[in-house]
């Protein structure tokens, strides 16, 4: 890694001005004008990966640079608020024709994109992002409330522990607004490093909860986990639960999860915003002390956030999440 001060000098050069106007933040030239940073991308990953960038074809540069991300509403659920409220929002990989994490490991894959240049371009793409829309808010003289934003974490970024370092220190809002979610299939050799993380840098970490994680390492992570995010898959098998009558048993088994895990929040993946476990969660939840949060690709935004992010599915039937639509306001 080198030229670090360099690295260092550019990003924060990076001001309002620069970053909402001129070439640093493009609109995306696919399907949908997405927010795409594809100089800051290419100019970082060159910096920060020594040869593995300049490994890469052009075309596969071409495809990295353009990669964005796309959101997730995190709303909260129980005890049951007085009114709707966003607490945050999974921020997730697309690329610009709007394609989802699967789909762009395979085109990867075809262009021979290493793994970790993947997932760094889109943590890269993660802080801009962040960083865009409170810029944006500044702009429009909207205070920005307390949000929390979320980004998985896997070995592909835990095997380049100095890289992941320099670029959480090259954004430093992230200690502030990040809670990085450490994936379910992270073995135990990887804890030394996580736990080395979490303390050196002071990050936050949200544990994705589902049976594909080893017992030992979801015991040994409690501890450091202020959120726990129960997947999808398993959000669903609990609606089959519910439905067949078990609705007791469920709460039961989150009650006691959460005086075990001691984790101030519980967010439940995959929740439409009129599923009936999200309705029994709201109404039977009475724990003070854990709030249950739900994450869904398929909510509006309340406001402020209307105003800054728009459902894809509005403008593609088969792609679904909330993308930055700021943009299109201003083409």
């Known amino acids: 890694m080198q030229n670090l001060e360099e690295l260092q000098?550019?990003?924060?050069?990076?001001?309002?001005?620069?970053?909402?106007?001129?070439?640093?933040?493009?609109?995306?030239?696919?399907?949908?004008?997405?927010?795409?940073?594809?100089?800051?991308?290419?100019?970082?990953?060159?910096?920060?990966?020594?040869?593995?960038?300049?490994?890469?074809?052009?075309?596969?540069?071409?495809?990295?640079?353009?990669?964005?991300?796309?959101?997730?509403?995190?709303?909260?659920?129980?005890?049951?608020?007085?009114?709707?409220?966003t607490c945050g929002f999974e921020l997730l990989a697309i690329d610009r024709d709007c394609n989802s994490f699967g789909e762009i490991v395979l085109r990867s894959q075809d262009l021979n994109i290493p793994s970790v240049l993947l997932r760094f371009a889109s943590l890269i793409a993660t802080f801009l992002m962040v960083r865009l829309l409170r810029q944006h808010m500044e702009r429009d003289q909207v205070i920005m409330p307390s949000l929390t934003f979320t980004q998985n974490v896997d070995a592909n970024y835990l095997n380049y522990p100095r890289t992941l370092k320099t670029l959480l220190e090259l954004f430093p809002e992230y200690q502030q607004m990040f809670y990085f979610e450490i994936n379910e299939e992270i073995t135990e050799d990887y804890l030394k490093t996580i736990r080395a993380l979490a303390e050196d840098l002071g990050i936050r970490l949200a544990l994705d909860d589902t049976n594909k994680m080893d017992t030992n390492v979801h015991h040994q992570l409690l501890d450091l986990a202020d959120w726990i995010k129960i997947d999808f898959q398993e959000t669903a098998s609990l609606e089959e639960q519910l439905m067949s009558g078990d609705g007791e048993k469920i709460i039961m088994h989150f009650e006691e999860y959460a005086d075990g895990a001691r984790s101030p929040v519980i967010v439940f993946e995959g929740l439409t915003e009129y599923s009936p476990l999200k309705v029994f969660l709201e109404q039977r939840w009475k724990q003070s002390n854990t709030e249950l949060y739900f994450q869904s690709r398929e909510r509006s935004p309340v406001p402020p956030w209307n105003k800054y992010f728009g459902l894809i599915q509005n403008y593609h039937d088969d792609k679904y999440g909330l993308f930055f639509k700021g943009l299109i306001n201003e083409q």
């Open 9 to 85: 000098q550019y990003i924060f050069g990076l001001t309002d001005e620069s970053i909402l106007t001129g070439h640093t933040v493009v609109a995306a030239p696919g399907c949908l004008p997405a927010p795409c940073f594809p100089d800051i991308i290419s100019k970082v990953l060159g910096m920060v990966t020594e040869h593995e960038w300049d490994d890469l074809s052009d075309r596969a540069q071409n495809y990295l640079k353009w990669i964005t991300v796309k959101a997730e509403s995190i709303d909260a659920l129980a005890p049951r608020p007085l009114e709707s409220t």
